[in-house]
C-alpha cells in the first residue's frame, strides 16, 4: 500500500509562483509514474503533469506547459510540481497519483494511489 501526502498549496497572487510536495510512504517509490491533476470547483479532475519513474520522461497538459515543471527525487520519495507565472484559472484541489505500472496517462482510472489534496488559489 502507498500512502501520498500533499503540501505547499496556499494562496498566491497572478503571475506568482508555488511549489507542491507530494511524499509517498508504504512501500519503494523508486518505481512507478508520479502524477499530478488538479480539480475546479464544478469541473472533473484533469491531468495536469506526470514523471515516470526513472525521472527522464515528463508529461504536461497544454494548458500548463512551459508555466509547470514536474520533477521527483526518490532518495526523499517526494514529487514535485514547481507552478509559475499562475493564473486565476489554475485554481484548483491539487491531487498526487500514483501508477505501479510505471506509466504516464491523462486517464483518472488508471492511477492505482491518490493524494487527499492541497488547495491552490490564484486571485487576479
Known amino acids: 500500500q502507498v500512502q501520498l501526502v500533499e503540501s505547499g498549496g496556499g494562496l498566491v497572487q497572478a503571475g506568482g509562483s508555488l511549489r507542491l510536495s507530494c511524499k509517498a510512504s508504504g512501500r519503494a517509490f523508486s518505481f512507478g509514474a508520479m502524477g499530478w491533476f488538479r480539480q475546479a470547483p464544478g469541473k472533473e479532475r484533469a491531468f495536469v503533469a506526470g514523471?515516470?519513474?526513472?525521472?527522464?520522461?515528463?508529461y504536461y497538459a497544454d494548458s500548463v506547459k512551459g508555466r509547470f515543471t514536474v520533477s521527483r527525487d526518490n532518495a526523499k520519495n517526494t514529487v514535485y510540481l514547481q507552478m509559475n507565472s499562475l493564473k486565476p484559472e489554475d485554481t484548483a484541489v491539487y491531487y498526487c497519483?500514483?501508477?505501479?505500472?510505471?506509466?504516464?496517462?491523462?486517464?483518472?482510472?488508471?492511477?492505482?494511489?491518490w493524494g487527499q489534496g492541497t488547495q491552490v488559489t490564484v486571485s487576479s
Open positions: 497519483a500514483a501508477d505501479q505500472a510505471g506509466w504516464v496517462t491523462s486517464i483518472v482510472n488508471e492511477w492505482d494511489y
Open positions: 514523471i515516470r519513474w526513472s525521472g527522464d520522461r515528463t
